[in-house]
C-alpha cells in the first residue's frame, strides 16, 4: 500500500505484559514519528527519527517506553510492563523530509491498544 | 509550554450550516499552524496550514487565518456538507522544533 501502515491494529494484553507495535512508513519518508491518543486527550508526542540522527525522545513518558528503527525505515515501539494508563491509540507518522513546519506529516490508521 | 487549545465539542450542525471551529495557540518564536481532520476509519490528514503572521490556509473550502495578534487561528467554512463530517485538531509546530503539538480535536456531525 501506498500509506503509513501499522500493526496490530488492536491489542489487547494483561497489565504486566509488554507489547510491541509496529510501524512501516511510506517508502522515502525519511522522518517518522510516534504519537498517542488517549481518550479525551489530544494527541501527546512521543519520539521522533528523522534518517540516521539520534532519535528526539523527549516525549516518551517512562522507561518503560522504548522505540527503534531499523534500516531507516521500519519501526518498533515497545512498552515493557505495561499498565492500564497505557492504554490509548498509537499513531505512526512519516514524512518525505524533516522539518514539519515544511513538511506534511502522513498518518497511519493507528494501534489500539487495551490493558486489562 | 508551547500549547494548543480547541473550542469544545462535539459539534452539531445542519447540512450548508456556517461552521467555526476555534483555536487559540500559545507559543514562543514564530511557530507554524496547521489544521488536521480524522474521517471515521482513516488516519490523520493534513487539511491546511500557515506558517507566517497572516497567511490564509485553505483547502477543500475550509480557511484559517494565522493571526499572531490574537494568537488564533480559527477553522470556517461557509456551508459544511454531511461529508465534512470527522474529528478535527488544530496544531502547532514549535519554531525550531521537529514536532507538533496537537489540540484536543473537535468532533463535528453534520445532519443531512
Known amino acids: 500500500g501506498a500509506g503509513v501502515s501499522q500493526s496490530p491494529s488492536n491489542k489487547v494484553t494483561e497489565k504486566g505484559k509488554d507489547v510491541e507495535l509496529r510501524c512501516d512508513p511510506i517508502s522515502g519518508h525519511t522522518a517518522l514519528y510516534w504519537y498517542r491518543q488517549s481518550l479525551g486527550q489530544g494527541l501527546e508526542f512521543l519520539i521522533y527519527?528523522?534518517?540516521?540522527?539520534?532519535?528526539?525522545k523527549s516525549g516518551l513518558p517512562s522507561d518503560r517506553f522504548s522505540a527503534e528503527r531499523t534500516g531507516g525505515s521500519v519501526s518498533t515501539l515497545t512498552i515493557q510492563r505495561t499498565q492500564q494508563e497505557d492504554s490509548a491509540v498509537y499513531l505512526c507518522?512519516?514524512?518525505?523530509?524533516?522539518?514539519?513546519?515544511?513538511?506534511?506529516?502522513?498518518f497511519g490508521e493507528g494501534s489500539r491498544l487495551t490493558v486489562l | 509550554g508551547d500549547s494548543v487549545t480547541q473550542m469544545e465539542g462535539p459539534v452539531t450542525l445542519s447540512e450548508e450550516a456556517f461552521l467555526t471551529i476555534n483555536c487559540t495557540y500559545t507559543?514562543?518564536?514564530?511557530?507554524?499552524l496547521f489544521w488536521y481532520v480524522q474521517y471515521p476509519g482513516e488516519g490523520l490528514q493534513l487539511l491546511l496550514k500557515?506558517?507566517?503572521?497572516?497567511d490564509k490556509g485553505s483547502n477543500k473550502g475550509f480557511e484559517a487565518t494565522y493571526r499572531k495578534e490574537t494568537t488564533s487561528f480559527h477553522l470556517e467554512k461557509g456551508s459544511v456538507q454531511v461529508s465534512d463530517s470527522a474529528v478535527y485538531f488544530c496544531?502547532?509546530?514549535?519554531?525550531?522544533?521537529?514536532?507538533?503539538?496537537f489540540g484536543q480535536g473537535t468532533r463535528l456531525t453534520i445532519n443531512p
Open positions: 500557515a506558517t507566517k503572521a497572516d
Open positions: 507518522a512519516s514524512s518525505l523530509r524533516a522539518g514539519v513546519g515544511t513538511g506534511e506529516l502522513f
Open positions: 507559543a514562543t518564536g514564530y511557530p507554524s
Open positions: 496544531a502547532l509546530s514549535p519554531w525550531g522544533a521537529q514536532k507538533l503539538v
Open positions: 527519527f528523522q534518517g540516521n540522527s539520534a532519535p528526539d
